[in-house]
């Protein structure tokens, strides 16, 4: 597993995102936390490096799933990190159409489905991770 | 469509029997066309706009009324005359001449209004007004009058009350279908808030469900991954998992329970079980268990309490409460700090929670305290919407009162008062009605 893959996970319950991200980093991720859309804009921003994939929920306080992806597309430096929606949506699959991700997890989700759906978007967009 | 048929009695006018049929039939078939246009009318004006064009036509009167009962009063709502009446106007029962149709419950018929007792002169002198005849709408229960007037000397016949009396007939079922309609479409409109409003709940509960259910489903499978050795392991990490897995597990059966809740209390009563206790010290470990609650959303808990405020109500209903409102506080006002007051006022308990967030829009304040009412939209912001409604119903089987101030984007400030001693007679209390 390529220790610099990093994924950023955008999700404001802390359960979830605590247990995304532990999951996550015992396989070998680098991981990033944002409690909403803002602070995920704030820390990319920041980052000396974008990450290699977002996984985004979509109903958040102060920037929501929806808000985030517009301000994200329109931003150069940001625009080609691809996303993949974690969402209870109902109708997750146009959600996701709509703003382009990459791939979509419906909550509640698998732990394996989560960890194929992240090495396989990290491959398609970089490489393999192994 | 003008059709005059003031038809005379044979005796007043010496018309044949041949006129005097055809000019009964001439009406008789204007008041089928009027039962038709009245019966797809669905408003009081369309009602009024066709009664008071039909009277003159019906009487050849020259001007017409359409009054309604307005409490004590007679409103004058509409008319079709060849000058002003009264239209617009209000007068006492006791003092007008379609008030004494009413509470007669039978028809007036007036040859010479100034040597009428009934008839307040002064109101008639401004207008053309010498001769009436007037019928009550609804002779059983009168909801109205229908008034004709005439400019010169007139005795209203037996024939022209009659087709009077037939309007007023039609008028009066027109008026209930009217109201029918209108509570048909009140309840429809109701029906049709319930169920978006039970869909909208179905789609906000499933996700508030799933969200301790994936915590608790990802725990899990990490848990047995780590015991499974896929991963690197050691027994902190594993017993970190499963603490996780609990926690989770223990919202979703509060989630549960807070719908089981507010269920119960739409179908039957709320009980308490009292018991006396400290309520500062009871708002203190609310506040301490929400500490990292407040970490996470950046808040800081400032409590402002005497030592001690003894009272009896019931300990887990006024914590259920305050961990309500103070978990709304967290979550609207995140990121700046939520202060807490508790006091005794007199024979009461204060309690305030007041947050710096984003305040609740005027526009739904009315429904905060509502099944599913919330102050921000839900793609912004979880919960069942379910938080503020328990509390005023805690709130209000103890006889106390809750209320809020807010404006929006400076905060909201949540107050309570509680007596100190809930009495026994108040442990039950019925539902209030959102």
């Known amino acids: 597993m390529n220790e610099l893959a990093t994924v950023m996970v955008v999700e404001d319950d802390a359960d979830i995102s605590d247990a995304i991200a532990s999951t996550l980093e015992d396989h070998g991720y680098c991981v990033i936390v944002a409690a909403n859309g803002q602070e995920a804009l704030d820390k990319l921003r920041q980052a000396p490096k974008p990450p290699h994939l977002i996984l985004l929920d979509l109903m958040m306080p102060v920037l929501d799933g929806w808000q985030f992806r517009e301000v994200q597309k329109g931003d150069p430096a940001l625009a080609d990190v691809p996303v993949v929606l974690l969402s209870a949506h109902v109708d997750i699959r146009s959600a996701a159409n709509q703003l382009a991700a990459v791939a979509w997890l419906k909550k509640p989700v698998d732990l394996r489905a989560l960890l194929e759906v992240v090495e396989e978007c990290y491959k398609r967009t970089n490489g393999s991770m192994a | 469509m003008t059709v005059r048929m003031n038809q005379p009695t044979p005796a007043a006018d010496g018309a044949t029997p041949t006129r005097v049929v055809r000019a009964q039939l001439s009406a008789t078939e204007r008041l089928v066309e009027v039962a038709q246009e009245l019966s797809l009318s669905r408003d009081l004006d369309t009602i009024m706009e066709v009664v008071r064009r039909v009277a003159r036509e019906l009487t050849g009167a020259d001007g017409a009324t359409f009054v309604l009962r307005d409490g004590d009063l007679c ?259 995140a990121g700046r700090p939520v202060h807490v007051v508790v006091e005794r006022r007199d024979d009461r308990a204060h309690i305030e929670v007041r947050d710096h967030g984003i305040g609740i829009p005027p526009e739904i304040a009315g429904k905060i305290f509502e099944r599913f009412g919330r102050a921000g939209s839900i793609s912004h912001y979880g919960g069942l919407g379910l938080g503020l409604y328990l509390a005023r119903q805690v709130i209000e089987a103890h006889d106390g009162t809750i209320r809020f101030e807010s404006r929006p984007s400076e905060g909201c400030t949540f107050s309570i008062d509680l007596p100190l001693r809930t009495v026994p007679d108040t442990q039950t209390s019925p539902p209030s009605t959102p």
């Open chain 2, 75 to 333: 409103f004058y709502a509409d008319e079709d005359a060849i000058s002003p009446l009264w239209k617009g106007h209000r007068f006492p029962m006791t003092e007008c001449i379609s008030g004494w149709t009413m509470l007669h419950k039978e028809a007036a018929v007036i040859e010479d209004v100034y040597a009428d007792a009934r008839i307040p002169r002064e109101v008639y002198r401004p207008t053309f007004v010498r001769s009436l005849a007037m019928v009550p709408i609804r002779t059983s229960a009168p909801v109205g009058a229908i008034g004709n007037y005439w400019a010169v000397r007139h005795r209203a016949t037996e024939g022209e009350v009659k087709l009077l009396r037939a309007l007023a007939d039609l008028t009066s079922v027109a008026m209930e279908n009217v109201n029918l309609y209108a509570e048909l479409k009140r309840r429809m409109r109701e029906a049709e808030d319930a169920v978006r409003a039970r869909e909208e709940f179905i789609s906000v509960a499933a996700h508030e469900l799933r969200t301790p259910l994936t915590a608790m489903l990802l725990q899990l499978q990490r848990l047995e991954a780590l015991s499974a050795g896929e991963v690197r392991s050691d027994a902190s990490r594993r017993d970190e998992c499963a603490s996780r897995a609990v926690a989770a597990a223990q919202r979703f059966a509060a989630l549960v329970d807070g719908l089981l809740d507010a269920s119960r209390l739409t179908h039957g009563y709320i009980h308490l079980n009292l018991e006396d206790f400290d309520l500062a010290s009871a708002t203190r470990e609310v506040i301490d268990r929400l500490a990292s609650t407040a970490k996470r959303a950046g808040c800081e808990l400032r409590l402002e309490a005497p030592s001690s405020v003894p009272g009896r109500w019931d300990l887990l209903r006024v914590e259920q409460v305050l961990t309500n409102l103070l978990s709304n506080a967290l979550k609207y006002g």
